[in-house]
């Protein structure tokens, strides 16, 4: 398994440098958002690759710059989840003031 290791330690850093690519390629292009769970899932999982490549051949400012790179993906991850979660209340609220309105028939007067 110590033979293996370097080797799976290299093919996740060049997987992690792809899936940082991939992801600027596709928001420049306009294929998906920056706010999308698409593009921080591909950043998040990218720099977490490619901090550990860096760390273990010792290039440690690429590792930490990684580091801060997955600082802010987790942190906009969660503001797009907050977000979603704001937007599921809103339309469970609207809808649910629709069927208990006073004087309306709704779905629960039938």
């Known amino acids: 398994m110590n033979d293996a290791l370097p080797t799976l330690i290299a093919v996740g ?3 992690g440098a792809a899936e940082l690519l991939l992801a600027y390629a596709l928001v420049s292009r306009g294929r ?3 706010d999308s769970l698409r593009y921080q899932a591909l950043n998040i999982t990218g ?7 860096c760390a273990y051949t010792g290039a440690w ?3 930490l710059a990684n ?3 997955l600082g802010v993906g987790l942190w906009m991850l969660a503001t797009v989840k907050r977000a979603y ?3 599921l209340a809103r339309r469970h ?4 003031g629709v069927l208990l309105r006073p004087g309306q028939r709704g779905a629960l007067a039938r």
């Open 13 to 15: 850093g060049w997987t």
């Open 32 to 34: 998906i958002a920056g």
């Open 47 to 53: 720099s977490v690759l490619l901090m550990v490549n």
């Open 61 to 63: 400012p690429s590792a």
């Open 67 to 69: 580091v801060f790179y």
């Open 85 to 87: 979660l704001s937007q």
């Open 93 to 96: 609220r609207d809808r649910l």
